[in-house]
């Protein structure tokens, strides 16, 4: 069992950045692979970008690539997003998630993942 707490949302201006944080606690060998999800309201849940946590393969979305980082701390069971250059359609509610076992395609895949954090709210405005 794995438990996964989010921090770090708010509200910043277009052009900003935030950090995102997401605290794993329980089986860590349960989340292998840890991704960002986001979700805005009238639209499905979508990857942002997910890291094989013991060989740091990282992938991303279209959408956020050059503009977002996905990164761990192993030694304090944390998972990160730094995202800057927010635009207003970054506006969501973002998902910290975990699992312990997919393939590569899979890695952006909500579906494929087990364990999911409360959310955190992000809200940029133009």
């Known amino acids: 069992q794995v438990q996964l707490v989010e921090s770090g949302g708010g509200s910043v201006q277009a052009g900003g950045s935030l950090t995102l944080s997401c605290a794993v606690f329980g089986n860590i060998y349960s989340s292998d692979w840890m991704g960002w999800f986001r979700q805005a309201p009238g639209k499905a849940r979508e990857g942002v970008a997910s890291?094989?946590?013991?060989?740091?393969?990282?992938y991303y979305a279209d959408s956020v690539k050059g503009r977002f980082t996905i990164s761990q701390d192993n030694a304090k069971n944390t998972l990160y997003l730094q995202m800057n250059s927010l635009k207003p359609e970054d506006t969501a509610m973002y998902y910290c998630?975990?699992?312990?076992?997919?393939?590569?395609?899979?890695?952006?895949?909500?579906?494929?993942?087990?364990?999911w954090g409360q959310g955190t709210q992000v809200t940029v405005s133009s």
């Open positions: 890291i094989y946590t013991f060989g740091g393969s990282t």
């Open positions: 998630a975990a699992t312990p076992v997919l393939t590569a395609i899979q890695a952006l895949d909500p579906m494929v993942y087990n364990y």
